[in-house]
């Protein structure tokens, strides 16, 4: 112990004391010059995600201004094909800056008019700054483009309520333009006196229900009219339709139903003829037409009676509302050229085109 060095209990010295802590503080220097290399990357990198997040921002409303103008220009269409592609570019341009949340001078291009298909294409296009990316690892913006398309048309095919009324009605009472503040409603009355000029084959109600599961009818009318199974005026049991559960939410809102012209008594299957007093009865569906519900009475319950439109009371059974000349739809409806009484009927619906599909799958 001599040589004048010191060591503790378990033989380290001063000497190795100093030597460790002169260790860690070259340590920690080096630490502190590698985080302070790593913080461009890491800056950068952070920088590069805020962007590419306000990238996919700027594309979901662009997205969203061009469907929305699609589905404007087309709505111009189904009201006058002859004049819609007259203001169709600043119609887009209204929507597609209308849609953006943070405006960024979004460009719409002249929408493509098919006007063989009934369908209309809108695209724009917009710069997005990398603002925080190109202040650190260089760089100045990106184009972000957008497509969208509707097409219009009348039904030919599709899922509805299982719901239909005599053409005699819709015939007496036409279509309304939806942007008609003050509509006339009317009463589609079940077994009425009033449509004593009508053919006697509607008698006797104005409207029927059709046989069907879970409220949902298949309805088409691609190959021309067809003869569905039902139940005529108040009869809703074999519908699968319950007044609380189904029909009473529809209330206010347009539904496409199936319009007949005549009705026939069979025995068995919608082929055979008319046969007096048989126990099936068959409704000759010639197209869709859209009606406005806004409200009913199907039982002795008042609950789901519209006051405002034309009266149902004590034994009256019957629908309320108005048919309006065209709607939106959702695209699970096949669009065509419409049957003889569709009196220009049309609805509006979006479509994905197949370069659309394309762009988005990559295929």
Sequence with gaps: MGDGKHSDAHGIGADDMRWLRDLLREQQGATA????????PLLGIGAIAVDVGALFAERAQLQD???????????????NVATCGVNAQALAQQYVTGNASIPRGATANNPVINLNAN????????NVNHILAGAIVGGSSEKVTASGSAQWGTPIAGKTLPLAIGLCEFAVHPPTDPSNPNPIKILVQYNTQARAGCDPTYAPGGFGWLNATACVANIDFTAGSIWVKGQRGNSIAQSGCTEAGNIAPLRGTTVLIPIYDS???????????????????CFHLLEFAAFKLTGFKLSGSSAYV????????????GLQGYFLKYVAVSDAFTLGNGGPGSDGFQVVQMIITPSEMSSLTGH
Excluded: H
């Design 33 to 40: 010059v590698f985080v302070a290399l790593l913080m461009v």
């Design 65 to 79: 201004g061009v469907d929305a103008a699609a589905f404007a220009v087309a709505s111009s269409c189904a009201k």
């Design 119 to 126: 369908t209309v294409t809108v695209t724009a296009q917009t």
């Design 263 to 281: 009705f026939k008594q069979v025995n068995q299957t919608c082929t055979e003829a008319n046969v007096q007093n048989g126990g099936t009865i």
């Design 306 to 317: 519209d006051p405002t439109a034309p009266a149902c009371n004590g034994s009256c059974r």
